[in-house]
């Protein structure tokens, strides 16, 4: 039986990160994936979607806007097939350099699907049952393994409704293997999946219809934020329904579905070439012996402390599976940790400066608290803001809707959190977590000198702003 220091149970932005940080420490290290190296964001997730996002913005600003932008294209469309293939193409070349730092690294590379004999203080045993792929077949392989990481993942979840289960209903993976865009989709859940898919299709001209169970989209945002991408969605042509309860989806034949829901007391219908469930995600945790090696469950996700340890001894979880934050970032921020602590460190995560970005036209970024969660845990708050509209770069690019907003301690001037919706807030929510991560003040941020014209002076206006300072708006 193969023996390594270290087995790492998933791909993933969690999975191959921690596999790479444990080589890296000197571990004999093994990854085992059954599926493609990149777990979800890579394949089924963030990378595929953000590529089909940028071919349909640039699409739509340029159908919408080319005139007053001096561009003349007649007869412009879009090739779907080409824009699958770009989606693959990129998602294939970032994959192989993942494969290309696994080799590298010296990491064994298992394919097939691992599932947990037995766990303890002298370590665990798994048997890798199936192989799928090129890599021959492993069938029944045991292997030991000092550590065993289980970074495993998520699914797209459901809800019981009936017809959730006819052929016209997808879930984020089947979407984004679709051969052409559908003329018309009813979108079940306004969360991030949801209103990212309504930004991709409403962008390549089609109509999307948003069914939300809670009274906002984007739940969870600082309002401002919720309130504004509605407003912004609702004015390119997405029907919006918040508050509003699925009660049955019934196949349309060749036309679809029809989702029947109750708003307001009304019952009410949408109908769609589509129905996208984007409702959540469970954790992948069944058939891979978590139960028999003893392993505790909360709601189907792996319990784990700060530093990504289980209650068993060499047990370590880290990504979607531990239910802490689902976001490819954060699991391979988890990743980074679990493997501190196996090669002999004390490293723990805490989760209050984690960026959190919508690729949304314009994007939506957001760090820390939001203003009513900072108000609600009883601190003392200040806010400063700055609209897009009165910044220069924003209106070069076109992009006049949006905002910076910086929630501080009105006494500390700590920076609690920020939330911005502007071109490339995503890129921009770095500075301010890393200057949150460095404890540095609103004042500090207020004298940063930044570049001008960039959007990024939005932060620096917003900053200003807390102190009723900000020299560019009234
Ligand atoms: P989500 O939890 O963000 O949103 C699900 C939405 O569905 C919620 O607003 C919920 O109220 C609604 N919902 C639930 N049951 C419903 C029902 N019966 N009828 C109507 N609405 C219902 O989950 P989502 O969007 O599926 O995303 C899953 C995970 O993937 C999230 O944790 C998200 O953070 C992550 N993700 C992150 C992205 C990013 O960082 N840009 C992009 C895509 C996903």
């Not at 219908?269 to 945790?285: K, N």
């Not at 960026?355 to 760090?367: D, F, K, L």
Request: glycine share 14%; proline share 3%; hydrophobic share 45%.
């Amino acid at each position: 039986m193969e023996q390594f220091d270290v087995a790492v149970i998933g791909g993933g932005p969690g999975g191959y990160v921690a596999a790479i940080r444990c080589a890296q420490l000197g571990k004999k290290t093994a990854l085992v994936e059954n599926r493609e190296l990149g777990g979800t964001c890579l394949n089924r997730g963030c990378i595929p979607t953000k590529t089909l996002l940028h071919t349909a913005e640039l699409y739509d600003e340029v159908r919408s806007h080319g005139k007053e932008l001096g561009l003349a294209a007649e007869g412009l469309s879009v090739d779907y097939a080409a824009l699958a293939a770009r989606k693959d193409a990129v998602v294939g070349r970032l994959r192989r350099g993942i494969e290309g730092l696994v080799k590298g690294r010296k990491i064994t590379h298992i394919k097939g699907r691992a599932v947990l004999e037995s766990a303890g203080a002298a370590g665990g045993i798994f048997t890798v049952e199936e192989s799928s792929g090129a890599g021959g077949s492993n069938a029944g392989v045991k292997y030991a393994a000092a550590d065993i990481i289980i970074a495993t993942g998520s699914e797209p979840a459901s809800i019981p409704v009936p017809g959730a289960d006819i052929p016209a209903v997808l879930d984020s993976d089947a979407v984004l293997s679709l051969a052409r865009a559908p003329e018309a989709a009813v979108i079940i859940g306004g969360g991030v999946i949801g209103v990212e898919f309504a930004t991709l299709f409403n962008a390549l001209g089609k109509k999307i219809t948003i069914i939300e169970m809670l009274p906002k989209i984007l739940a969870g945002m600082d309002d401002s934020v919720c309130a504004g991408m509605a407003k912004i969605l609702a004015k390119r042509g997405v029907d919006i329904h918040t508050g509003a309860k699925l009660l049955e989806i019934k196949s349309a034949g060749a036309n679809g579905a029809v989702c029947y829901y109750e708003e307001g007391g009304a019952k009410k219908e949408a109908s769609g070439e589509i129905v996208i469930m984007a409702v959540g995600r469970r954790p992948v945790t069944k058939g891979i012996g978590l139960e028999a090696a003893g392993i505790a469950l909360n709601r189907g996700f792996v319990t784990v402390n700060e530093k990504m340890a289980t209650g068993v001894p060499g047990i370590w979880a880290i990504g979607d599976v531990t239910g802490k934050v689902q976001l490819a970032h954060v699991a391979s921020a988890q990743g980074l940790v679990a493997a501190a602590n196996i090669a002999g460190k004390n490293a723990s995560l805490a989760y209050n400066i984690v960026p959190a970005c919508v690729y949304t036209n314009p994007e939506i970024a957001s760090v820390g608290l939001t203003e009513e969660a900072a108000k609600a845990s009883g601190l003392p708050v200040k806010t400063g803001s700055f609209p897009a509209a009165a910044n220069g770069r924003s209106m070069i690019m076109n992009s006049g809707d949006g905002f910076v907003k910086i929630i501080t301690h009105a006494e500390t001037g700590e920076i609690l959190g920020a939330h911005i919706m502007a071109p490339r807030a995503t890129d921009m929510i770095g500075e301010i977590a890393a200057l949150m991560r460095s404890e540095g003040t609103v004042e500090e941020l207020a004298d940063t000198i930044h570049a001008h014209p960039t959007v990024s002076e939005m932060i620096m206006e917003a900053a200003h702003d807390v102190e009723g300072l900000c020299c560019h708006k009234l």
